[in-house]
Structures are given as C-alpha cells and as structure tokens.
C-alpha cells in the first residue's frame, strides 16, 4: 500500500539557518509527490510538486525539493529560514484510485519552530 | 475568489447529535474530499467524489456520510457523534487529483 513518512515530528531552527524536512514514500509506479504548509489554524497550501522531468523542483517563499527515486526520498529545503516560515509541513503521493483517478496520501507532518 | 469555503468554522456536539459539515468551492472542480486532521496523524481521507454524481469511501470512512449535492457542493454528515469524531475536518477540490488540491480552511469539531 502506498505511504509516506516524515521521519521528523519536530524541528527546530533558528532564523537565517538552512532547513530540509524529511520525506519518505511508499508506492509502486512513478509518484506524484506534493509539499503543503499549514499555518496555525489555517487550511494547507501547496508549496510545490513533482510529477516528472527534473528531480529539483522551486516553489513558493524560497522552497525547493529533489525528488531522489533511489532513495524514495522527496526532502524539502531552504536555504535561509524566515521567523514566518515557523508552520507544519506535510508531505503527500499521489495514489492512483479507480479509473486512474488520483487522491492524495498524506505524511504526519512535521512542526517547524524558528528560534529568532 | 474564494476558493474552497467550509461552514461551520467551530461547532461542539454532544455524543449522539448528527450534523452536516458543508463545502462549496468555486473553481470549477471536478473532484472534491473530505479530511480529517488529528494530531501526529496527518489527514486521512474519508470520503472523496472523483466527479459529480459519484462517491467513494477513503480511509477512515465509519460514522460518516456525504453527498455530492452538485459540482459545486460536498458535504459530510455525522448522523451519531461520537467522542472519537472530535478533529479538525478539511474539505478540498481539485481538477485532477494530480495536480494538488485547494483546501478549505477547516471545521474544528468537539463532541463531549
């Protein structure tokens, strides 16, 4: 069965600082891999995606990930951590349902703190 | 633009009430989902419609029903709350399940 593992429930790092979260997935076929953030009491947006071609994608607020199929790895990173990026982050794979219709997989999330 | 709107924001049930949980979104979406959100659980999916028309159970399914009302509507019923039921809900949509979802900003839930 497909499933994803964030090996990090809690990180802390301080402002200024690099940053990679964790992410591990389980599935058969060629993944379609997702990074969302959550803000304390808000809904999920979509950092960024992976569905083919280059490994090394961007995303929104200074974001990228690197999809490693070796590994079953798809880590998040940044390069300088911002007080306003303190959130939760989830990772997710696409699952293929009936009809090839796709739904997503979720991660446990990890909890980012920003020390100033 | 509003997106993905979710009613009611907070609600506190008690054990055995029934309540329906509502989302509409704008976009034009064909498929929508119902989520739950515990703590160091991630989301699990409940209920999901690929497209008008059609539903399908997700992963956690038990105590809960929905209907698609039309493309716009998705909604979640608790027809016998229990204390097990007290989460965060989320409902989202997307185009195509590829292409990420956009997601409505939650219903926090209590059922004492």
């Known amino acids: 069965a497909q499933s994803v593992t964030q090996p990090d429930i809690h990180i802390t790092v301080s402002e200024g600082a690099s940053l990679e979260l964790r992410c591990n997935y389980s599935?058969?076929?060629?993944?379609?891999l997702f990074w969302y953030v959550q803000s304390p009491g808000q809904g999920l947006q979509l950092l960024l995606k992976y569905f083919s071609g280059d490994t090394l994608v961007q995303g929104i607020k200074g974001f990228e990930a690197e999809f490693k199929r070796s590994q079953s790895s798809f880590n998040l990173r940044k390069p300088s951590v911002h007080w306003s990026d303190a959130a939760e982050y989830f990772c997710a794979v696409g699952s293929a349902g009936a009809g090839g219709y796709n739904k997503l997989i979720f991660g446990a999330g990890t909890r980012l703190a920003v020390h100033p | 633009n509003a997106g993905v709107t979710q009613t009611p924001k907070f609600q506190v049930l008690k054990t055995g009430q029934s309540m329906t949980l509502q989302c509409a979104q704008d976009?034009?979406?064909?498929?929508m989902y119902w989520y739950r959100q515990d703590p160091g659980m991630g989301l699990r999916l409940i209920y999901y419609?690929?497209?008008?028309?059609?539903?399908d159970k997700g992963e956690v399914p038990n105590g809960y029903n929905v209907s698609r009302l039309n493309k716009r509507e998705f909604s979640l019923r608790l027809e016998s709350a229990a204390p097990s039921q007290t989460s965060v809900y989320f409902c989202a949509s997307s185009q195509d399940g590829n292409y990420g979802y956009t997601f409505g900003s939650g219903t926090r839930l209590t059922v004492v």
């Open positions: 976009m034009n979406h064909n498929s």
């Open positions: 599935y058969g076929a060629t993944p379609y």
């Open positions: 419609s690929a497209s008008e028309g059609t539903t």
